[in-house]
T-cell receptor, first 113, second 113 residues
Framework: AQSVTQLDSHVSVSEGTPVLLRCNYS??????LFWYVQHPNKGLQLLLK??????LVKGINGFEAEFKKSETSFHLTKPSAHMSDAAEYFC???????????FGTGTRLQVFP | DGGITQSPKYLFRKEGQNVTLSCEQN?????MYWYRQDPGQGLRLIYY???????QKGDIAEGYSVSREKKESFPLTVTSAQKNPTAFYLC????????????FGQGTRLTVV
């Protein structure tokens, strides 16, 4: 069985400060993990993915995430927030090799000037 | 351009009507998915299909039906049995082996009038 937990439903930061969005997963299999971003009334865009290669994954728009097996975590970070980063972020797990996607409940990121 | 297309973007349904949401992809992906998104509830899986002429129920399949007659197409019908259909519906597709990240359409907002 697989599951994913996003530990914060809302995160607020000031522009120019670091961003941390937390995600913990549970998987009986070797997992593939993803972060997606969704702007209002839009589809989801892939930010980055982990599929059993390097544990530190770099994505688009300056985001990165680190796969920590011992902590079953895949937290999303960015050194300096920009106003355009304000959106909903979803952590997703699936089984490497193919299976249905399991979504977290999302974290809404607010960025203040 | 390769991608996944949902139509229409906005849809209005009268009480007791069935409506069908379209989803087409030209990415040659094996798997296709339908999700429902409600405010504050993240994405919930309605149906998914990993091969033509086969599909599985997700977590909230009641009141919905799908078909997968072609690899490129995975239409979703919201039937009159779905008591609370007003929501944002997202279609996605992915490979089932190798690069398994999902690509999303831009969504259809369904409103009951």
């Amino acid at each position: 069985a697989q599951s994913v937990t996003q530990l914060d439903s809302h995160v607020s930061v000031s522009e120019g400060t670091p961003v941390l969005l937390r995600c913990n997963y549970s998987s009986s299999y070797s997992p593939s993990l993803f972060w997606y971003v969704q702007h209002p009334n839009k589809g989801l865009q892939l930010l980055l993915k982990y599929t059993s290669a390097a544990t530190l994954v770099k994505g688009i728009n300056g985001f990165e995430a680190e796969f920590k097996k011992s902590e079953t975590s895949f937290h999303l970070t960015k050194p300096s927030a920009h106003m355009s980063d304000a959106a909903e972020y979803f952590c997703v797990v699936t089984r490497t090799g193919g299976d249905k996607l399991i979504f977290g409940t999302g974290t809404r990121l607010q960025v203040f000037p | 351009d390769g991608g996944i297309t949902q139509s229409p973007k906005y849809l209005f349904r009268k009480e007791g009507q069935n409506v069908t949401l379209s989803c087409e992809q030209n990415l040659n992906h094996d798997a296709m998915y339908w999700y429902r998104q409600d405010p504050g509830q993240g994405l919930r899986l309605i149906y998914y299909s990993q091969i033509v002429n086969d599909f599985q129920k997700g977590d909230i399949a009641e009141g919905y039906s799908v078909s997968r007659e072609k690899k490129e197409s995975f239409p979703l019908t919201v039937t009159s049995a779905q008591k609370n259909p007003t929501a944002f519906y997202l279609c996605a597709s992915s490979m089932i082996r190798g690069e398994v990240e999902a690509f999303f359409g831009q969504g259809t907002r369904l409103t009951v009038v």
